[in-house]
Each structure stands twice: as C-alpha cells, then as structure tokens.
C-alpha cells in the first residue's frame, strides 16, 4: 500500500471551484473539500495560541502550514523587557512572552493506492484543526534539541487569564520555562568552554558561526538573573548602533578600533604607527616581523625618521627603501 497526502489551502482557485476545468484528481479534492467546509462550519472550531519565551524569531514550516510563519522573539533591551507583559513563574520571577494564534482549520486531501498488482485508489478528507498547528510548532521547536521555552493550548485568550485552564498553561509554562533555562545554561557553558580555545581550535567558529544567538542567550540569562555578568564573549559581535570591534589578527578576540596593540596577546596591529609612536623599536620583541609588514614607503619615513637604520633591515632580511622616483 502506498499514500499521498495533499494539503489544499482555500485560495487555491480550483479548490474553490472557480475552474470549470478540473481533473478527476482536482474534482475529487474539490468535493472533499466541500465536505470539510460543511462539517467546520456545523460543528465549529476554537483558534488556538502558540505561546513563545525565546528571545529570537524562530520559523514554522511544513505542509500543514498555509504559509512559513514567523514566531516573534521576546524583547530583550532593557526598556522593552521591563514595559513587554510578562508571565509569573511559581518562583515569584516574571519573563516577557510572545502570543501567536492560529485561527483557520486547514484541509487535508490524502490519496492511497492499494492493492498488490491492480491497485484501487481511495481518497480522504480531513481537517487540520488550530490546536494541531499549534501542537506541530511545538514539536518543530524541538527538532534537533529540547530547548523548550514553547507551549501551547486552545483559545485565542493570552495565557494564564482564563479560569478554567490556569492550572493546565501553568503547568506547560512552568516546563516550558525549565527546558529552556536548561538549554540555555547548556549552551552558554559549551559557549564559554569554545572561547577558552579561540586561539588553538575551530571550536568556537563552528558552535557559533554569523549567528548571534549566544549573544541572545547570554543577555537573557543576564536579564532572569541567571548571570551577574555578561561573559567577555558577548562582544564579539557589536550592539546594534554601535562601532563594530576590531579583530586581533593573531588571537582573534576583541579589540578597540585603532588599537595599534593587542592588550590580550600583545601582537602589534599596526606596525607603522607601533613604530613611529615609539610604543615598539628595535629591541622590542616581535619588531622584526613588525617590520616585515610594513610597505616600502612606510620603512622609507621611519628610515629618514630615524626610528629605523638601514643596517637594521639588513640585518634583518628586510629589503631596504628605495629613494622615491621622482616625478
């Protein structure tokens, strides 16, 4: 036995019969979708509310979705954090939450194929209730770890405000909560765990790539006083608004714009400028292969400057300056 499953959405002009010209295939998911109408509408539905505590947007997709929905992240500014409505947890602490709610049954057109040499097509109709959308972007959130911080339930009300369902959504918020300061705390540790090695392994490009969400991982668990600090790693990538650091060429970590030095590592960032301020000469450390980086016209003006002799680039291998051709 073989399936197919079809979901029709009800703008699709033949599922609503504006074509004259269907196929046997199109006319009998027509008429299923008819049924479905006339079933919805006699015995109603409920919308239901997908509830997110994550500080990020964060896709649902699928077949049984009309189009990709975009779930809204919680705030995480300080002045949007404080002024965002917020659920309190049985501890006594208050986290912000989005409020997405599905509100259309979606139809289901499924076509089977059975039989061993002759085979007989069947076809079915069924809804795709508000709840079921609901309960597959739950699971969707799940998919390749438990972060939890996700959970669902029928009607449109915001969570925790409708008397005979307190019980049941603060028990899914409470454990929705859970899973995701366990996530979280997982996370940042192997975050922090990948920034001790930067300057030996690929660990911490590879955890966090482009992406920004241990930054956004690390200011909520920041914001629920799960952190007195923000980790040194948090900067890697600058706040919005803000000047974008510098990277150390040698140890990649964070530096100030013009820095001429790395304060972490000491490597010389700016060779020229190390040069001609005096902050390295000759008998510095590393100022041999600061030199080697310099351009022919800069070695020229910290040869005339003085800072540097001609004998000291020969000595070491470094090809003196040239007079400048004249015009």
């Not at 660990?203 to 956004?216: E, F, N, P, T």
Request: net charge neutral; with cysteine.
């Amino acid at each position: 036995m073989s399936s197919q499953s079809v979901v029709m959405q009800p703008n699709e002009n033949w599922a609503k019969g504006h074509d004259s010209f269907l196929t046997p295939l199109q006319q009998r998911a027509y008429e299923g979708y008819q049924r479905l109408v006339t079933e919805a509408n006699r015995r109603g539905w409920k919308p239901a509310s997908l509830i997110s505590l994550h500080p990020f947007h964060w896709p649902v997709t699928g077949p049984i979705h009309q189009t990709d929905i975009k779930v809204p992240a919680v705030p995480l500014t300080e002045e949007l954090w404080n002024k965002s409505p917020k659920l309190k947890l049985s501890n006594g602490l208050e986290v912000p939450f989005a409020h997405y709610v599905f509100t259309m049954w979606r139809p289901c057109q499924r076509k089977y194929l059975l039989g061993q040499m002759d085979f007989e097509e069947q076809n079915e109709s069924s809804h795709i209730w508000p709840l079921e959308q609901a309960e597959d972007a739950v699971k969707q959130n799940g998919l390749g770890a438990d972060r939890g911080g996700v959970f669902c339930y029928e009607g449109a009300h915001p969570p925790l405000s409708a008397k005979e369902t307190f019980e049941q959504e603060r028990a899914l918020f409470e454990q929705a909560h859970a899973t995701q300061m366990v996530y979280y705390e997982t996370m940042y540790t192997r975050y922090s765990d990948a920034y001790m090695t930067i300057r030996t392994t690929n660990s911490w490009r590879d955890l966090v790539g482009k992406g920004k969400y241990h930054r956004w991982i690390a200011l909520y668990l920041y914001r629920v006083g799960r952190l007195k600090a923000l980790p040194s790693w948090y900067e890697e990538i600058a706040a919005p608004g803000t000047k974008m650091n510098e990277k150390c060429g040698w140890c990649k970590r964070n530096v100030e714009p013009d820095s001429v030095g790395c304060p972490h590592c000491d490597y010389i960032l700016r060779p020229f400028e190390a040069f001609a301020k005096f902050s390295i000469d000759a008998g510095t450390p590393g100022a041999r292969a600061a030199a080697k980086r310099c351009s022919q016209n800069e070695l020229r003006v910290l040869v005339e400057s003085g800072v540097l002799s001609i004998e000291q680039l020969i000595e070491w291998n470094i090809e003196a300056p040239g007079k400048p051709k004249a015009k």
